[in-house]
């Protein structure tokens, strides 16, 4: 095992070299004074009711400059947390943005109003927006050093295509560039942030690590997170890694760790951590008050170790600036401070209509009908034979390895998907291409940098997804069953759905995410079966898609891939290989518009809303009632759950003044009740009949086939409902 420990100081030119001049320690002293006195006019609007929240760097400013000065501005690529206030100011984010985020005005570049202040962001200059969530930037930081990575090895894959997403996202990249991902040392407890080090270490990527050990995280201290107190100690063995423990209130050797970092990461050596010790001045926020959980005596060493005064003290001390100089250069930085906050404190809010702006992509509507080709182009013969029919899971196959033949952008990654890690085991044997084979032949085909295996973890998954998709990669990624999405929630939630509207349209990951679901396996039991859709459409900024047959899901999965929205896309295991809605071979270009819905059955007695797997079982059940009772059903398959067809759920119970809702998933609190209740509600004078919903019963699948059967809801629940309602 290879294990790179080294320290600030080793590597590079002699310190003495490397000294900063007087005038650099005067421009370290300058954006370490600003971002203090910008923190204590905030606290004084805070105090003032003018503002809503405040947390300080107050404590952190040395680490933050020495990072920031030893980085490239809008060429490397930043991720900071919320208490990188003196990193955000020395790349470049003006005091005057910085109030405008605490006012919450429509200006603030941030947000536009929709953040608390310190969430920063600047695509100029490469800071990427962050969450109030500790830990998940990390795995974007992972995922944006892999984008960077793979432009530069394949610039072409950079150019831009007006038929789809890449229109709207520019592509920036150096081959020498590096990501600064930022966390307090309480975060490092998150799985999140070793689940990033496993991969920065495991694909040796430029990213840098900086933790800012300020001892505590809001009142706990860091011997309750970190065993033993110092994280630097548990993190030793990560291969290819260059390490640093500094002391985090001396700028100078903060940005000369950093620069030995930086030189260890733009060699193309490896990931680098630089673990900083740093005060926390201040309470966590304003919202907090220290003098609750610590001593006295505890908040007074730490003041003694301020690095503003020592800084000031040093510059006294070595000749550099008098006293009195300071004084004025400190109460220059004051006044600009207020005049920033004066001028915040005057600026326009943000308009209520601007609310629901950026929640999806403003540019590139998937429900357009652009995304519709009129028919598929079925050849008339495939191999000098009939076309063949081919299942849901070779149509998905299909259209991975066609979008990948057209769009270089496109990754797939997931756990299993290559065809063999091993490449030389392709030598001999076919790979293994997913639990379910849906990836089969695209590593033989497009190579392992392209089609890779990812470690057994779902955040990493997902997390680092949104790093690629935000450099305007296409990352196509595979949960492998819905049962294990819950470590990728919080990734799903609070990062790739978020991201867009939180940024008020300035940041995006138009990821898609691949996904296995439902039941009916004879025997797939609890942790194979679930379904669970309706807690992802109640996710405003993510697209939920759910084909029912194989050409739809070859239609909807090309645009899935070319639009510019996430995608959360369900595929349900039962149907991949079933008899039902097998087609030939739609050609590489076949896509179907989100948001419309298909009449699979016309029938003018009763409407049935269903999808997915319930298409083929109400479809049983209609001509059941057909033959039996002489009901004429007609049935929707939504194709996709957000958007949805409402225009077709209207039409249809206008005509037929009676409507089910049927899917698979658990009847209370499902995807059922929404359309149930929005019928109820505007469609009240077209019905006939109450609106009846079916759904699972409310349990999880047990493994038993006769348990399982009873508790999914089969053909004759579907008949049965009909002619109940028929009844009214
Ligand atoms: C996932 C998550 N859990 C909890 C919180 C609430 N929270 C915000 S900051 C914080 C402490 C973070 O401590 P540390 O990482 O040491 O950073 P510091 O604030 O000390 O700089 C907590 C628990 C959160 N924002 N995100
Ligand atoms: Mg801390």
Known sequence: MEVAVSRARQEGAPAAAREPSAKQLVEIYRLMFLSRAVDDRE???????KIFFQLSAAGHEALQVGAALALKSGYDWFFPYYRDRALALALGVTPYEMMLQAVGAADDPASGGRQMPTHWSSPALHIVNGSSATGTQLLHAVGCAEAGRYFSRHPEAALKDPGDYREFRDVEFHGDEVALACLGE????????????NTASNQKLPVIFMIEDNGYAISVPVEVNTPGGNISRLVANFPHFHFAEIDGNDPVVCLRAFEDAAAHCRAGLGPALVHGHCVRLYSHSLSDDDKLYRSAAEREADALCDPIARMRARLIADGILAAAELDELEHGLQHEAAEAAERALH???PAVESITKHVYSEDLDPTRVAFAT?????AEEENGQKPVAHTMADLINSCLRDEMRRDPRIVIYGEDVADASREEALQEAKGKGGVFKLTAGLQTEFGAERVFNSPLAEANIVGRAVGYALRGMKPVVEIQFFDYIWPAMHQIRNELALLRWRSNGTWAAPAVIRVPIGG??????IYHSQSGESIFTHLPGLRVVFASNALDANGLLRTAIRCDDPVLFLEHKRLYRETHGRAAYPGPDFAIPFGKAKIVREGSHL????????????????QQAERLHGIDVEILDLRTLNPYDWEAIATSVRKTN???VAHEDMLSWGYGAELAARIGD??????DAPVRRIGAMDTFVAYQPKLEDAILPQPETILNAIVDLKRY
């Open 658 to 660: 009676r409507v089910i």
């Open 43 to 49: 606290v004084l609007l805070k105090r003032q009711q």
């Open 520 to 525: 009916y396996l004879t025997g797939g039991s």
């Open 607 to 622: 409407t049935l809303v269903t999808y997915g797997a319930l298409v083929p079982r109400a479809l049983q059940a209609a």
């Open 682 to 687: 505007e469609l009240f004078d077209d019905l």
């Open 374 to 378: 009129e028919q598929p182009e079925f």
């Open 186 to 197: 309480g975060s490092t407890s998150q799985g999140e942030f070793w689940e990033a080090m």
């Open 347 to 349: 600026a326009a809010l």
